[in-house]
């Protein structure tokens, strides 16, 4: 079954940067799309970059120019690079894959997270 590892988090402060990595367990051009979803305590799990494969990322406004998604597909590696973090940016960040098949049918794979934190 698909494996997803992330990485790369941390304490950092506020105006900081990170990247994170999300390492699959077989190629990552076989999903329709790769995307990071972050969850802080208390709250649902959100978006922070959605990327389907051979298309342009989607970003919410929150992180919208300081959050760029990168891949290396010989790697099986997809990045998140934050920059200028916020203490909000606080949260469980996840990895995930997404296979569609016909029909509207969907299956999704995740990461076990990472932990980010950042301080005032």
């Known amino acids: 079954q698909v494996q997803l590892v992330e990485s790369g988090g941390g304490l950092v402060q506020a105006g900081g940067s990170l990247r994170l990595s999300c390492v699959a367990s077989g190629s990552i051009s076989s999903f329709d799309a790769m995307g990071w979803y972050r969850q802080a305590p208390g709250n649902q799990r959100e978006l922070v970059a959605f990327?389907?494969?051979?298309?342009?990322?989607n970003y919410p406004e929150s992180v919208k120019g300081r959050f760029t998604v990168s891949r290396d597909n010989a790697k099986n590696t997809v990045y998140l690079q934050m920059n200028v973090l916020k203490p909000e940016d606080t949260a469980v960040y996840y990895c995930?894959?997404?296979?569609?098949?016909?029909?509207?049918?969907?299956?999704?794979?995740w990461g076990q997270g990472t932990q980010v934190t950042v301080s005032s």
């Open positions: 990327m389907p494969n051979g298309r342009s990322t």
């Open positions: 995930c894959a997404v296979l569609t098949r016909g029909g509207g049918y969907r299956d999704d794979y």
